[in-house]
């Protein structure tokens, strides 16, 4: 079964860290490039971060800059999101998105909870 599945969500206070873990199964997960997203109740989903399948590079949205690294195991076919200096509006639901442009394909995980709060 084709399928990512995140893991490592849970409640941490002000200034901790967390790390997310995204782990393909059914394929290879660096050919593909590899998004963190998060959706907070009563927001749109947002792109977090993301590395690409070429080059290995990473992007960051703003509000996470400096915070927050993306890299990928290949090894372990899996992608993380270390989270650091955490605060309470990183509090969502994290997704992890795999996707690739030829064939296309695109894969979603279910999501794991982050809650930031003392």
């Known amino acids: 079964q084709l399928q990512i599945v995140e893991s490592g969500g849970g409640l941490v206070q002000p200034g901790g860290s967390l790390r997310l873990s995204c782990v393909a199964s059914?394929?290879?997960?660096?050919?593909?490039?590899v998004g963190w997203f998060r959706q907070a109740p009563g927001k749109e989903r947002e792109g977090v971060s993301c590395?690409?399948?070429?080059?290995?590079?990473?992007n960051y949205a703003n509000s996470v800059k400096g915070r927050f690294s993306i890299s990928r195991d290949n090894a372990k076919n899996t992608v993380y999101l270390q989270m650091n200096s955490l605060k309470p509006e990183d509090t969502a639901v994290y997704y992890c998105?795999?996707?690739?442009?030829?064939?296309?394909?695109?894969?979603w995980g279910q999501g794991t909870q982050v809650t930031v709060s003392s």
């Open positions: 059914g394929f290879n997960l660096d050919r593909y490039s």
């Open positions: 998105n795999a996707h690739k442009s030829w064939p296309s394909r695109d894969y």
């Open positions: 590395i690409n399948s070429s080059d290995g590079s990473p």
